[in-house]
Structure formats: structure tokens, C-alpha cells
């Protein structure tokens, strides 16, 4: 083996040492057990068997080895084969393929049809453990299952499983896929047989697909130049094209290549490619010799020697043995010597181009042969070489003297775009290609990989038109062919740069160099290295003052690496990193997210166990970590209305709380959470978990503090149950707090707002917001003061205090410069567009409703939804209807990011939407909207929703319906439920319809008042 090599010439494992530790791999395992050997042994002298059995295995471990695989183990007369482990290759897959075919074909040659082979392969994910003497300790379903195919093959066949297959369609033939029963698999394993392999390997692209080409105008244009320049020099030149695997090197090349048929004369192109394993050193030249030989491979050598004609040297590049007892060196220069003259007779009549494909396989001879070609032919040859950064440095440092490079860098984000659109020659759903564009990130390889993966998961289907795309799957799985084009590079890593990639991936995308320092104490890795190879790059800002800053290039990348990383010891470094980031800022806030998000991964369920049994005590000092910084984070993220954001993290806090009293607070911030969001449902569950993890008896004042909440939220926002909560379960509620509460505090303000929220027409509605009002004036809340203010404006519009209300609604908006909470401060003009409604000012009301929309544009869909419900509420009591129409559009947006919180407002915005559109005789579009309206299935806001249905019956005079519109009403209010404005006056347009004017003059003496009710 040459001294400095970094991969075994023959098969292409890398002679660096590689990670002591575990680590979890996507490997190919391949089972082959010998059939007939018993036989043979019952027949013969036992050392006779022993001397063949030594035969085979030692000619099996040959082939294996060959095709970069390990020779797992030999048992009985069985051998395991692994490919991908230690080291992974893009092609793992089809390697152990290759070994496959190779080892049945030297079986018969060893023994003919005395003995076969029944071979299983299957790839899955597996765990590597510590490396022993070259081999190494492979576990994992995968291998169970190649196992078990193997033990379903008949002789001479190789079963594959379907994992493998699909890594190497194109490069073999396989029979159909069909479901086998094997032990303790109850729904069977998928098996395909491997029928025949095709010499070529397989092109990159995929099949149904059209073969695209997009931007790069810059680069073709300045490799046309080059090779203009070369062309009018008269000698040649080397340019290598340099730039990470997949991002479109050969793609470059190839359109040079077409481009090139313009030119007079056009030249003589060739191509050679680098094999990733084995082969012979000179494979690119010896493709490019059978080109313009018109050599096939399986041409006898007696052939191939009457076509070199005068220069039978060139055979050495063929792998013949022509060299005879010439010295290696002089050989070698004699065939340098006959290249540069065959060259030259062939660049006598055109230009030539010789393509050298992945050049950072290629050997050192190979790379010789290059220089010399460059320094002594007297032709214009242009020799364009592709190259990844894995290069080694030492070819790159002679390739930079005797050439230039052009860096390829990753696809503009317009580029990727339109090669998405031009591969599927449609536009796709939003969701899924934005999620494919984030992913691949500029790497076209990845982007198509990623598509047809989604194809062939099923998720994108072909349509006559276009594509439908079911729903993302939650866990965007990496195709195997991406990540072993990902995998394999990571190997290539010396250990130490090797381990650092593996801790920074754990780190995060963005990591600084001090935290890898800390996780790995006893490594040196070398930054500059992983810098170079294009994984990382230096960023120009750090988020950690005073630290160095990075960020891994690619998010597939860091994916890749981390799931390399055991679970185990994911959990520690997770640990070791919250750590030193909790000490080097000393807790900060800034940090929290970052905090809770590694505490939590450190301890987190199957890591808990596997990382913590045998630590039990410092499991549970990680949990309570992990626990604190959680609940932090999610403070601050519904400070930010990051609503549901901070549920997550609450969830997972949840799930670490060992204290019910924690537990319980814990349910008292989702509460909170979900009712900030109009969640009703979830607000309620999460208060009553709340309240049953509390003990009333030793804690009372918690228990009604959680009481009043829950009966003031609800007040406040009736509009956030899909069906309105019964009145007596709230009235319990609301007992239950002013029962417990202690006078003058908090609980009691909350309880008796809420009271007075809620029984907004009892006579003692007022005194109840009175003494809200005083408590919080007593305590300093200005927030209760607001609610108070508004309870008290409220209760006066329901007994016609017009001055009152508006005086309550005047000092309230005063209270404005005190209050930053945005959900609270919206809420304020809401009431004073209610207020202001109801006395007929209606510019005005518009004015504030705009105010209100301003503000809850910014929260969350359910409070964007509130802000347009507003302004349509204002217009649709004003008639003014092609305002209304102007807002459609927006209004049923807004309702269809909403529909998962359920929102009377939700169909109150569909319904005058639709009634807007019957008003200006558009009745097929109200019937649309008034059935998008049905569909949401929310039910019980009758007061609210009767107005304009009731006027959407009339315009279509459907008086059956007015009728039950109005009975309901009636029902209603007997219930003591109220109606909004403008199904109030509705209501008596249905009456005067159905001729029951009478009752029309009854209502006005009962009830003079106009209500204002939220929804
Ligand atoms: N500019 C482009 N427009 C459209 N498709 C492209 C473009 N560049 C690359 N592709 C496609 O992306 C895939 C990867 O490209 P290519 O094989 O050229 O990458 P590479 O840089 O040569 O990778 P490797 O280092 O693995 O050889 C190919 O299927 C190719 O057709
Ligand atoms: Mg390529």
C-alpha cells in the first residue's frame, strides 16, 4: 500500500483510524451460508472438510474485502458480511450487491456445482460498537433480517431486502417485490430476488423525471472562455471544477460538453471517471482509451493488443500485463510518454476536451499521468477535473500548480426554485416545497433525492394536472441515498475532526469551538480542517460573546451526524453542553430556550434510561434542570404570544414534574396558555388537572385562586368554546372562588368580575364590578382596574345607563398607557367598539374597531380573527356591504387559519360575509359562505349568529326559517341569554315579516336598550 494513502487501493477502506466508540450506522449486512457442505462432509476425511472450509472462507473474505464490506463473522459454515461499517460509502448497497454476485461466481470456480450459496442482504440502521483488530461489532434489526432472507433463498439465490434494493435499482435487475412470512415478523418481510447486474453503474437523476438544467450562466460562461483560450494557445490546460457531492459538478461539465457541439471545429471530448473503491489506477484513462479504441471490456487481450497497434505500453493502463521485465519507473514513463504522443496525434486534427471525473478518488500515478500530459503535449487539449474539498491535500496542492479551480457553490434560492418547478413541470403544494427547498438547501442532488423520495413514499402522487401532496409526514425522513453521500464524506474525517462534527451536530446547527472543546476533552480537532472540507463555516458574528462562532453548512449534514451519535451519549453531551452554557451565562434568560431544549434532550424518555440508569441520582438532578429551564422558556415564549410554542415545552414539562403541587402550576400555565389563545376546551382540561393536583383542604387560597381565573377567562372570553359552556357549570365556578377567596385579594377581584361579567343583567352586576374595581384599585392592578371599567360599562349599557357606559368606557381607554399587554389592551377597544355601537357612533366604532385589528394582527389566528370580526360587525350595522365585500377575502383567510380553535366569531365573519353578498344579489356566493359557515360545526352562539341568518332567510324569503330563527331567540332569552344588536333589530324584521308586528311593540317596552355582547 503507498505510504501516504488514505484508502486501501484494492478496497477502498481508509487507513486513517477510525472512532473507538460506538456509533449507529445505516449499513448493508449480507448473510451467505453454504448449502451441501454437510453432505460433503459425511462423505470425506474431516481435515479434507476442514482444508475446503478454510478455502472458502478465506476466498469469501477476499471478495468482501474487495468490495469494501467486512467480514463480520464466520459461523459454522455461514459468513456475515457488513458494508458501511466501519467506514460507509455512498454505495454500500450496491457493494454488497457487487459481493455478492463475485462471491457465487468464485464459489463455482472453486468447487463447482459441489457447493452453493444462499445469500440474504438488507439494509437498515444498526449500532457499531468497539472496533476489534479491523472488524467490527455490528448490531441491530437489520442484521436479524438479513438473516432471516438469507435462510429464504433457495441455493444460488440472493435475496434482497427492500431497503437495499432501492439503493441500488439501476445498478442490478430484481424480480418483483413479494411479502414473505419469516419467524417473529408477523406481517412478513418484503424480498425481491436479484436477477442480473448491469456492469455500468447508475446514472444520478431519476428515471420519470425530465432532465433539467437551471442557472450557472456565470460558470458555463467563463469554462467557454478557458476552453476558447486553450483553443487559441495551442496547449493545454487543467481546470478543475471543485464543490461539494450533488451540488452539480458533472451537471456543469456535461452541459459544457453539449455546449462545445457549436464550436467550428467542434472538439474530440472524452470522459473518465475515478472509481469511489478499488479498480485500477488508471480506470478514467482506460474508459477513455476504449472510447477511441472502440474497446469492449470483455475483449480478449490478444484483441486489445492488435488495436494499440504500434504502442502496446498503453495496456498498462488497461491493467494488461505489457510492461514485461521493464523497471515500474521506466514503465511508467514510457506510458506517460505514449499517451502525450496519442494525444498529440489526435489533437492534431480538432481541439480536445477530456472530462476527469471525481478526481478525489483518484490515486497518485493517475495524477502523474495528468501533469505530464499538461507540461509535454503540444496540443490544445482542455482537461476539466471534478473534484470534492475531501480532496487530500497533497493532490490538491499539485493540482493548484499545474491548473486553476472554479468553486462551485450551492443553487441560489431562485435557481432551486425554478429547478423544483421544472422537474415536476407544476407547481407543488406550498407546504411541501418550501419544506423541500429549506432541506436541500441549494444542493440540487439533495432536492431531488428528497423529491422522489417523497414520491415513492407516497406522499406526492402524479395527477392528469400537476401534483397532490398528502400531508408532510411529521418526520421527514433523509433518503438513504442522501445520507450515505452525507455519511460516507463523514467518515473520511480523521477521528478527531470526526468526533467534533459529531459533537457540534449535537450542539446545534450554529456551535463554538470552546463548547466542542468542553464536550471533548481529549480530542484536538482541527476547525480549519472541517472548514476546508466545505462541513462548516466560520461565522462573521457570535451569539456568545467572546466565543467562536460556527455554523454547520448544511442542516442534512448536522442530522446526519448526530444520528450517528448512540442515544447514550447523545444524552451526555446534550448535558455536558446545557451546562457549560448555563455557566458561561450564568442563567441568562437570552439562553433559556437553548437551555430547556438540552436539559430536556439529555433526559428525555429512551435517553433517560439508556444514558441515566446506572446515575440515577444525576438523572434526576438533569430532569429538574431540564424541568426549570422548560417552564422558563415557555414564560418567555407566551410573553412573545409564541402560544403554541411555549404548550410544547410545557408538555414536555409535564412529563418531567415528579411534585403534584409543581404539576399543578405547571396545568395553571398551560390554562393560562391555551385560554390566551381562545382554547377553551384546553383551558378548562388543563385548570381542572390543575385544581384535582391541589388539596383543597391544606390549600384553599390556590384552589380559588384557580377558580376565579377560570371563571374570569371565560367570562371574558365566551367566544372561545365550540359549544358555550352550560351556565350553571360557570356559575359553579364562580361560587366556588368567591366562596374561597379571602376578602380584599386577587381571587376575590377575579370572582366578582367574573360574576359580573357573567350575569351581566343581574342587579347586582354592579355592585360586583364596584368592588372589583376597589380591591384593584387597593391592590395596584391596573389590569383588573381595566377589566373592572369594562364590566362596568357593560353592565350600564344593559340597563341603558348610557352616560354610565360611556364615562367606564372613556376611563378605560385612559388606562391604555399603562398597559402593554397586547391581548388586554385589544380587548379595551373592543369594548369601546361596543360601547360606541350601541350609542350609534358608528364612525367612530369603526375607528376603534381598526385600533383593535391593528393589535390582534400581530397575536395569534384566533385574535386575527377577532380583529376583522370587529370592523365586519361595525359595517354590517351600518348596511355598509360593499365594505364588507372588500374584506371577504381577508375574512375567510384569517377563518381558515383559525379553524382549530374553535371561534363563534369563526361563523360570525362567514355569515355577514355571505349576507353582504345576498344584500348586493350575489345569492349563489352567500350560499357558499353560509354553508362554509355550517361546516365549521359550532354551535350555541344563537344570540350572536340569528341576525344575519335570520336576514339571509328574508332575502331569500324563506319565512319557515325566519320562524324557527326567532322561536330559538325566544328560547334563548328565556335562558336568560342575550342577543347582539344586530340580531336584535333582525329579529324584529323577522317579526314584521311574519306579520307579528305586535310582539315588535311588546320588545320595545321590555327591553329599550340596545345590548352590546361579545361573542
Ligand atoms: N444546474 C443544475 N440544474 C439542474 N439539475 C442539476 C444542476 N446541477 C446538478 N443537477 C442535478 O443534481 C444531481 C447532482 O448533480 P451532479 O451529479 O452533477 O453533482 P456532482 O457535484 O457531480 O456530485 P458528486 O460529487 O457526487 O459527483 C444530478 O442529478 C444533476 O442532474
Ligand atoms: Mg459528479
Redesign the pocket.
Known sequence: MPEQARFCPHCGVPTTPQSPTEERKIATILFADLVGSTELGRSQDPEQTRAMLDRFYEAMRIEVEAAGGTVEKFVGDAVMAAFGTPTAH?DDAERALRAGVAMRRKLHELFGDQLALRIGVNTGEVVVGRAREGSSFVTGDAVNIAARLEQTAAPGEIIVGERTASGAFGAFEFSDAETVDVKGRHRGVVRRRLIREFKEGR????GNLP??????EGELDSLLDAYRQTVAVGRPRLLT?V?????????????LWERLDGESPAPLRLVGRCPSYGGITYAPFAEMLRSTLHLLESDDPATVLERLGGQPILGLTLGLDVAGNLHPLVARERLQEAWVDLLGQLGRERPLLIIL??L?WGEEPLLGLVERIISDLQAPLMVLA???PDLPDRLHARLAESGTWLE?DL?TQR?SRR?LQ??LAADLPSAVREEVLARAEG???F??ELLAALIDGGVLRPEAEGWRAAPLPDAFVIPDSVHA?IASRVDLLDRPEKEALQAAAVIGRVFWTSAVYELLPDVTPDFRMLESRGFIRRRPQSALEGEREYGIKHALTREVAYSSVPKARRAHLHARFAEWLERLGTGRDEHASLLAHHYAEAVDGEAFNLAWSREPQEGERLQDKAATWLRRAAELAIGRYEIDDALALLERVLALTRDDAERAGVWRTIGRACALKHDGEGFWTAMRFAIDATDTTTDPQTVAEMYAALALQTALRPAMWKRNPDRELVDGWIERAVALAPANTRARAEAVLARAFWDRLDSEADDDAREGAAIAKELGAVDLRSYAFSARALVALASSAYEEAEEATRRRLALLSEISDPDHRADIYWSAVVVNSALGRLAEARRLARLNDEINSLLTPHHRVHGIAARVRVDELGGRWDVIRDLQRDAESRVAANVDTPCSDNVFCLLVCALACAELGDQSEAARLERAADDLGIEGYIGEHAGPRIRLALSRGELGLVDELVCALKEQKLRGGRSSLSTGAARIDGLVALGRASEVEEEAVESPGARGVRA
Open positions: 455512498e446514472a444520478r437523476g431519476f432532465r433539467v438544467f437551471v442557472g450557472r471544477i464543490g461539494e457531492a450533488g451540488v452539480g459538478k458533472t451537471a456543469l461539465a456535461s452541459r471525473e471525481d478525489h471534478t473534484a470534492r462551485l443553487l435557481d429547478l421544472e422537474l444542493n440540487p442532488f432536492l431531488e453521500a
